[in-house]
């Protein structure tokens, strides 16, 4: 989440482009946590630094020191001194949670603990982390003094359950069953530490229930034409309930576990890896204009003046780039779309070896009609289209996820789309750029159990 103060304009820079680019030369305002984080090892850190117009912008960070590292973070751009203790300082502020003053020393510690404990294992931080707020802190190097920071419980990752996050948890520990391997981790459960893992899950969802939500269900599907907006998503959250309950949950877990593996890769938001380009990086000359710009052009609205403006500077620099061709792409996709079909195909041949443009081929003929067969009696990888590729840029990860997304669902796999639901809400993705699916996984889902019951 980014919050905006929308009267103040800044000269030139966006507000995350300012932060990316200049919020380390701030000084720092001040520094606070939450009271107890030591004890509960969740911690609220957040990071003031103060403009000269007197100003303040804060980065907040959400840390699971247990096992997640950074869960959440977001940033409040230069917004007045009062408003900035209205909400998190004063008593009775907005923030409900009690903050203790630290220093940056610690503030800094405690995030990159979390951070360097959780990618240890193989939790990613937050996106809007890798994005933009980790620029509001100083570099993690030998300059910041080293304070010891405990992670885990007992050394090992550990996994805070209780009734409202049970699922959630399943999900963590489906990961961690993946990532460490049985016994390597702890369950915490609310009622008291528990350093082994139960044999079985704590029922979340009874038959009682599935009844209740029958009738809601076999009510709702004759007047669903007629639903409001809230009411459509609340009748979709009983299908969603239901539809795990129709299907082995375990099985949906084992799936996810899967898909997670088949797509590990690293997917990075504020930097663009070479290959992406498509070109020899000697051809560059300018390699740091070149990513902001093209940084700023893909998460600028396509169409708007600013976004043909980076466009258009980028084309005039690198007329023969792919990822220039990637540009105009997203550019027709939404205003001329014969031209984008057009415009792709030409591409295509111009550029054999950027498969990026493949994969937005197989979208367009998969939008357009089934699939082939051959092709959905294949498993789609990462490699077919990136090699070996530790890094993606987010717009490569996007195209893929929304084949793979196509993909799973034409298969009609109960148990793979119970699985690709939830792997669609994980946060590796910008917010706006969320991937298609969500909406598509939970229709399947509707059908099944209308199927079904």
Known sequence: MAIFNKNQQGAKLSPENYIRQRARTLPVYECLVNRGWEESKMADVIVARLHVNGNVTLGFYQVDLFCLGVKDTWYAFNIPIHEYRDKFVTPN??????????????????????????????????????????????????NVELVEVECGYNGMPAVVRGEENSKECSKIIAKLDYLVGKGNYHVINIDGLDEDEPEEEVAEYTQEQFEVDKKTFKKGIKKINKFKPNDFMNFLEVSRRMFYHLVDDSKVDEAYSNM??????????????DEFFGVSTSTIKDMDWLKSTMIDAFYAKVGDENFLILYNSLKNAYPDMPAVAALDLSLLYDSDFETYQQRLEEYRVKFPDYKLFDIMNYLEVSESKPFDEELLKKELRLCDFFDDRKTLFWVEMYHFIKLYSLHTLAQADPVRIGALYDFLFEDYLPQEAT??????SLMFMTDYVKESI
Not at 260 to 273: A, Q, R
Not at 435 to 440: A, F, L, N, R, S
Request: charged fraction near 30%; avoid cysteine.
């Open 93 to 142: 502020s907005d923030y409900e949670m009690e903050f203790d003053k630290i220093d940056y020393k610690l503030a800094h510690n405690i995030i990159f603990a979390g951070v360097d404990f959780a990618t240890n294992i193989g939790f990613d931080p937050h996106k809007d982390f890798l994005k933009t707020t980790q620029y509001l802190l100083e570099e993690d190097d030998e």
């Open 435 to 440: 991937p298609p699916g969500k909406v598509t």
């Open 260 to 273: 997670t593996e088949t797509l590990d890769v690293v997917v990075s938001y504020n930097d663009i890896p």
